[in-house]
């Protein structure tokens, strides 16, 4: 059965930095796109970033670049989402996703992230 | 960016009456492998989302054949058959063609 677990979110300061891991069972997580996804509280859906193989092979939306770096551990089977420089508006429930046909198939349960002073 | 938008935007519906949620993108969705990819996600009250459709018309697996979805060029459907009590939620539409991918602002589906 695919699961994705995802922890290390939590309360940090306007500035602050939050680590998020989300672990993978049931696949292997080098055959697949990675995603994290976000989701604003009572809001909708935003695409934050994704990775393939490696880090040469990623791709963050405008608003995180420079101040999240998405990784992978193959060996682990985890994907993480360094979270630097965080502002208010990164308040989130912050997803991991598989993707198959160009779409996130499975979905982990969110953790969420509050920025606030 | 791909602006997708949805409608309505809220949806009373009784249960074992059909259901219908329009999705317009801003870009056709279609590739050039002739594939076109509009997915389609429901997220229950509390609960992550879950695809129920990909590249257009595509159950996911155990997704209940009540659910379908059509459409083509920048106007998509998503048509629940008859709806039941495990229906209630959030319903979005997403485009995986055009980077980044962009949602829809979701369709509430709830019970009169």
């Known amino acids: 059965e695919v699961q994705l677990v995802e922890s290390g979110g939590g309360l940090v300061q306007p500035g602050g930095s939050l680590r998020l891991s989300c672990v993978a069972s049931g696949f292997t997580l080098s055959s697949y796109w990675m995603h994290w996804v976000r989701q604003d509280p009572g809001k909708g859906l935003v695409w934050v970033s994704r990775i393939y193989k490696d880090v040469r092979s990623t791709s963050y939306v405008d608003s995180v670049k420079g101040r999240f770096t998405i990784s992978r551990d193959d060996a682990r089977n985890t994907l993480y989402l360094q979270m630097n420089s965080l502002r208010v508006d990164d308040t989130a429930v912050y997803y991991c996703?598989?993707?198959?046909?160009?779409?996130?198939?499975?979905w982990g349960q969110g953790t969420l992230v509050t920025v606030s002073s | 960016d791909v602006v997708m938008t949805q409608s309505p935007l809220s949806l009373p519906v009784t249960l074992g009456q059909p259901a219908s949620i329009s999705c317009r993108s801003s870009?056709?969705?279609?590739?050039?492998?002739?594939?076109?990819?509009l997915s389609w996600f429901q997220q229950r009250p509390g609960q992550s989302p879950r695809r129920l459709i990909y590249?257009?018309?595509h159950r996911d697996s155990g997704v209940p054949d009540r659910f379908s979805g059509s459409g083509s060029g920048t106007d998509f459907t998503l048509k629940i058959s008859r709806v039941e009590a495990e229906d209630v939620g959030v319903y979005y539409c997403?485009?995986?063609?055009?980077?980044?991918?962009?949602f829809g602002p979701g369709t509430k589906v709830e019970i009169k």
């Open positions: 590249e257009v018309s």
């Open positions: 997403m485009q995986g063609t055009h980077w980044p991918w962009t």
């Open positions: 870009q056709s969705p279609a590739y050039s492998d002739g594939n076109t990819y």
């Open positions: 996703a598989r993707e198959t046909h160009w779409a996130p198939d499975y």
